[in-house]
């Protein structure tokens, strides 16, 4: 027999070894998977060669801001395939989508009604909604963290010299009635990080960067499963091509355009504003 006949059930039989039933499972898998990559591919040693050059420049260009090996996985649909595996059950509950890489731990709380975007360029945008249980029973009480990019497509730790701080994030907690109101700029949408491996990997592909503009959430509430989701705008022209494929179409809203006036929250807006209303359902939490 040939290395080329037996190199996958030596393989195999390698990490069949292994103590842990997982670990082997997950063992057997890859080297099943890798081989039979190979076998399709049948790469020359340049393109292997040119393979693992790629992937060592996807680990040097991460660190704490900036997780490379995310955005791959982002991009080649592996995020929302892991998403959408973990999340079959969340009957009633609203939809997931990708967490993301602009996610910052414990963003600084506001109170209901806060400006979370003071000082960023933008349109005024009033964001409302909702935190329920799958069976519409409100949650009061919950942790509402959101983030979102501001007009020009950037988030705060995309240009914190500039900025000086966070901004365009915040975390709210829902009333009694479970609801949480706050103001913000209208988002955009934007490219990705594209100046990394990820970049080239698009361009190579005839891909465009870019993502439909949306407010990200992250919810929590004790006995529930956390929700991480966006909310997109409906309208944008990339809607239907988001390179990191984590539309849903139940996670689309209709921005309002609203006339300057004394808005619903009763804040007066002496310009004109939009309006933005999505209700959140949280799954219960699961027993793993
Ligand atoms: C985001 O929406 O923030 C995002 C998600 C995946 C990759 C890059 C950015
Ligand atoms: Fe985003």
Redesign the pocket.
Known sequence: MTIENSITEAARARVAQAADDRIRQISDALVRHLHAFIREVEPSQAEWKAGIDFLTRTGHMCDDLRQEF??LS??LGV?MLVDAINHRQDRGATQST??????VDNPPEMPAGADIAAGLPGAPLLVEGRVTDAAGNALAGAIVDT?Q?DEAGF?DVQQLDRLGGLSGRARFRTDAEGRFHFWTVKPSS?P??DDGPVGDLLKAQGRHPW?PA?V?FMIAAPGHATLVT?VFEAGDRYLDSD??F?VKPQLIAQIEHCPAGDAPDGRAMAQPYHRLRYDFALAPEKGD
């Open positions: 995310i955005l982002d991009v995020s990708v967490l993301g890489p602009f996610y983030w990019a988030y934007y990705i990080p993502r949306h990200h966006h390179v990191v984590g």
